[in-house]
């Protein structure tokens, strides 16, 4: 199935004009630079190719003959035609002299062997070149310390076009490709399109993915005898053509390359995406889930959306019937593995991503917050915020998943903030939603009214742990009042046990209150609201459940922004008076 829609996807790619998809034998890469030769071999200059950007250069991603693996001591035996790093195309990469030497060798050998019949102009220029050029020149290339190491092209001086993008040079590498590939093939019947051809025994390994190796990985590898079955040996097992393995894989290296727009990074899972037919939502739905700035005009058509969607309306231009699929990869060795695979509609996908930022739907605590928390903002929450680790591998799949097909979120979410908030840090926005969209949709799925949370105070809201969570909140802003900024506030030393254990705390608090009440300025006034939400409790449990936790975090919070509120209008009065 994954396999079947990403060579679609190759498909649709190959039908759009703005964009350079590689036919079998040619790949999308890297490149830096052009070496610019005339007719006679003689190299002019190494013109620079590089996008420049803010300060920063970036290499110019160009179709050219196909890539493949290359590793270990016989890496210099495998050049690529047409192109290359500098340690081939002109024999010094300012590392292994003698190594260098050979790469330029079989560089020269692979270029004699495919063009010395071609009549071409370009051909005969490039073989002129090689038999002129000697590798110690490259250190007096006037702009060698920035090319040195990378990518090169060739072009002829009088052309415009690049020497690989010649069509009668293209179909000798079309006609040839396969005998420099180190991939063996055996005749059988492609599993993704049924049709007779030839299947191959590894596949193009895949960049991209975070955390996997450098070389590239593979989605798609039998590497080990216990993977195997009925005498087959490696690749040979998917039985996946070599026209579909091209294809999708050409469609993954589009998705995960690094300027794509539909490629996200979800916890420890590279996440691609894509839909059957070309659809607004492909290019906003990375987005929708990364952090954004609210000024970039890109995003302001993001938050249109999302805004558009939370309030349960289809945005324009979204239409039925187009599935969307999303891919979550993550690295394991020298292999890659599916986090998590999703198809959806389009439309489908609007309503859930509106559903989930519903339910996150919170009072802020000032404009700063974001009103709709990424999913890296959300996972951020669920570790100490002084530690470098991330969250625990399988939550960011479980959350997406979660998210996509408008199901309870991961019961692991709601521990890990009720942890976090136990260990001091602070009831923020970000947890407060979080908690409160967890609390909400378990509501909603499960019919439990007792776990109803309103964006703002509720007063209405006769929950004990909601009334002990703003009963906490009162407590802690009439000790401030009071004392000031003490050095250990309640919340410091007694948030923990209070949200957990109310039995066993609430009462030392209240007598302590007392206290707090004769030395504040604003006594009366906490005293009265102790009061009003004391009276709706009728006894302090002695244990609460962790969804009690989540609904005390969110009385908490909800009187606290209360409270600030107020303490605000206040100060603004007093300063007009003045």
Not at 363 to 382: A, G, V
Not at 439 to 466: H, Q, W
Not at 490 to 507: E, L, Q
Not at 539 to 556: K, S
């Amino acid at each position: 199935m994954i396999i079947q829609e990403l060579s679609r996807y190759y498909d649709r790619l190959k039908e759009r004009e703005d964009l350079q998809v590689p036919e079998p034998g040619f790949s999308v890469e890297k490149i830096n630079a052009a070496a610019v030769i005339d007719e006679n071999g003689n190299l002019k200059q190494v013109k620079d190719l590089q996008i420049y950007e803010k300060k920063k250069s970036y290499p110019r991603y160009m179709d050219v003959p196909q890539s493949f693996g290359r590793s270990g001591s016989k890496a210099h035996e495998h050049p690529f035609f047409l192109w290359d790093n500098t340690g081939f195309v002109l024999g010094s990469s300012g590392k292994d002299a003698k190594k260098d030497k050979l790469k330029f060798d079989n560089f020269k050998k692979l270029h004699f062997d495919l063009l010395e019949k071609c009549e071409e102009p370009e051909a005969k220029a490039l073989l002129n070149f090689f038999q002129k050029w000697q590798p110690s020149s490259a250190e007096g290339i006037d702009n060698w310390e920035e090319i040195e190491g990378k990518n090169i092209v060739f072009q002829l001086e009088t052309k415009r076009a690049f020497i690989h993008e010649n069509p009668v040079i293209r179909k000798i590498w079309s006609d040839n490709y396969k005998n420099f590939l180190s991939i063996d093939f055996s005749d059988g019947i492609c599993s993704v399109t049924g049709e007779a051809e030839q299947i191959p025994n590894i596949h193009p390994m895949l960049g991209g993915v975070r955390g996997a190796q450098s070389s590239g990985a593979a989605i798609v590898s039998y590497n080990k005898s216990s993977f195997e079955s009925y005498g087959k040996t490696q690749n040979y097992n998917s039985s996946v053509g070599s026209k579909a393995a091209f294809k999708y894989t050409t469609a993954l290296k589009y998705l995960l390359s690094s300027n794509s727009r539909q490629k996200i990074q979800i916890g420890d899972a590279t996440t691609i995406f894509w839909s059957e037919r070309q659809s607004a939502v492909e290019g906003i739905f990375g987005l929708v889930f990364e952090p954004y700035n609210n000024e970039d005009s890109e995003n302001k058509s993001v938050r249109t959306f999302l805004e558009t969607v939370r309030l349960g309306r289809k945005p324009a231009d979204i239409e039925e019937g187009n599935n969307f699929y999303i891919l979550g990869l993550s690295p394991n060795a020298s292999r890659l593995s599916v986090r998590f695979w999703h198809v959806s509609d389009v439309s489908d996908i609007c309503e859930k991503i509106g559903q989930h930022f519903r339910d996150l739907q919170i009072i802020r605590s000032s404009d700063k917050d974001s009103e709709f928390p990424s999913l890296w903002q959300i996972l951020r929450q669920t570790v100490s915020q002084k530690s470098h680790e991330g969250p625990p591998p399988l939550l960011s799949g479980a959350l997406m998943m979660a998210i996509l097909k408008g199901t309870a979120y991961p019961e692991r979410i709601l521990s890990l903030l009720i942890e976090r908030i136990r260990a001091n840090e602070n009831v923020n926005y970000c947890k407060a939603a979080v908690i409160k969209a967890v609390l909400t949709r378990k509501s909603r799925i499960f019919n439990n009214n007792n776990l109803e949370v309103a964006m703002s105070l509720d007063k209405n809201n006769k929950n004990p742990a909601y009334l002990l969570g703003r009963l906490f909140a009162v407590l802690e802003r009439l000790q401030q009042s009071a004392i000031g900024n003490a050095n250990a506030t309640i919340k410091d030393r007694f948030y923990g046990s209070a949200s957990a254990t109310p039995r066993a705390v609430f009462p030392n608090l209240l007598k302590l209150a007392q206290h707090h009440i004769s030395k504040s300025d604003y006594g009366t006034f906490y005293d009265k609201l102790i009061e009003e939400i004391v009276s709706e409790v009728s006894a302090f449990p002695a244990h609460f459940t962790i969804e009690q936790q989540g609904l005390f975090a969110i009385g908490y919070y909800h009187q606290r922004q209360d409270l600030f509120t107020k303490n605000e209008k206040t100060n603004n009065q007093e300063n007009e008076n003045e």
